[in-house]
């Protein structure tokens, strides 16, 4: 069984303020719209960023990393040290896609000078309109909210849009962490990896404590007090499954796991890439104030569903 892993900053508090309530059943159906709009145009800058990096990765300049350009950092960054990649996600965070190219151009100079003009986006993709792109990032949440709905109303399925019927008990139980952080991420991305890299297994394999990790039991918290009896899974604080969230550090605690991670790194049986995309996560989770969380098959290098 593989793995493609991910290193996620999560706002917890968008999450418990904004999307759990929406999930619950409360608030009108177009009460995360302004998100969705915000996801969309979001995906265009990371498409088009990510269109660099393809481009780069044809002419593979000196410094050009594939595992850390492409296939690790969001977007298109070229940076020294965690907090300037920090600074530089919050650069792309604010740049529509239509002004991605004058970054884009910074980081190659980053690389060489002499890479001006000689390098273009690659054009192998295509991303669909707008309206399809806002279906395809909110279709999970709506379905979701529909269980959250269809159980108040005291019924028992809730039906997709393309004619299916799920139990909706059992959907809103077993669907809501990882389809949750999914659309999360769509609004702030994360780090790719490859295999079992996520911070939890390493620990463990190294025989290092964890340390301040707990479980994603946040990312449920308002619907397990407001469905009781679903059959909810015993919170983890690590991962076992694909298409699975781990352990989840607080903001409160980031810095402090990033400190324990860069103590312990060299023990860790991985690639140094990869201990560095998670202290990179950190460090922006750290930045900006968030939590920290790790996950796997949010995207998927070769499934084209980068970040």
Known sequence: MGFDTSFHPVDLSLIENRLLPYLAGHGQDDAIDDLIAGAVALRKTRFRAKAWALGALKFEPAGFESDLHVWGRPFFIVADGAERVAEDVQRYLATPSDQV??????????????????????QGGRL???????????????????????????ERTVRHPDGREFDAADLLAREVPYNLLDFAAALLPGWMSRGY????????????????????????????????????????????????????????DVAGARAHLNRHRLRLDCEPFDAQKIDEAMGVAEHLGVAFCEATELYSGMEGNLN
């Open 101 to 122: 190219d004058d970054l884009a151009a910074e980081m190659l100079n980053r690389l060489d000078p002499a890479l001006a003009g000689r390098i273009e986006p690659d």
């Open 128 to 154: 669909p309109d707008d309206a399809a792109l806002a279906d395809s990032l909110s279709a999970a949440m709506r379905i979701l909210r529909g269980a959250a709905l269809a159980l108040r109303a005291g």
């Open 197 to 252: 890299t996520w911070p939890t297994r390493l620990y463990g394999d190294a025989g290092i404590a964890d340390e301040g990790f707990t479980s994603s039991v946040a990312l449920t918290g308002l619907l397990r007090e407001e469905f009781p009896g679903l059959d909810w899974p015993a919170p983890s604080h690590t991962i076992d499954s694909n298409y699975m969230v781990g352990g989840l550090v607080p903001a409160s």
